[in-house]
């Protein structure tokens, strides 16, 4: 119950105590504080000029780079349209070419062909003319098995060479 109700020493006591406390703050730590917070003041007033300062250069620099970004976009739209116009150069020579390219590969595969055709031709008569002679030799073998059919055959052959 002592601290409830103090007596009256506890209270003299603690008031000499807080009056030393008060004089020893005010001798050697509220002026280091005030001073910190003059510094600190100026330091934010420093700081919101500062942030002045920059908002009006970001203004300019904004009104810079739209105003580059305007001429950027020019530039970019003129390099648009120059690509535009070299690429359809491009495709129209390469149009050109390739027709030049089909012209001569349909013109090759043309005499390709025909070559393919002559020497199928050629192929086929060799081959009529090989036909041709095995059935000739199959032929005269048969007629000509025995040696009288052979004897006159040559000379009946001899009789055509001979008298006419």
Known sequence: MELITPELGLIFWMTISFGILIFILGKFAWPVI???IRKRERNIEEALQAAEK???EMSHLLATNEKLL???KLERDALLADARK???NIIEEARQKANKEYEQ???SARVAIKNEENAAFIHLKNQ???LTIELTEKLLREKLSDEEKQNGYLQKLIDEIIFS
């Open 105 to 107: 590969i349909l013109a």
């Open 128 to 130: 009529i003319a090989v």
């Open 54 to 56: 920059a908002r009006e």
């Open 86 to 88: 070299l690429a359809n």
């Open 70 to 72: 305007n001429e950027a």
């Open 34 to 36: 005030l001073k910190a």
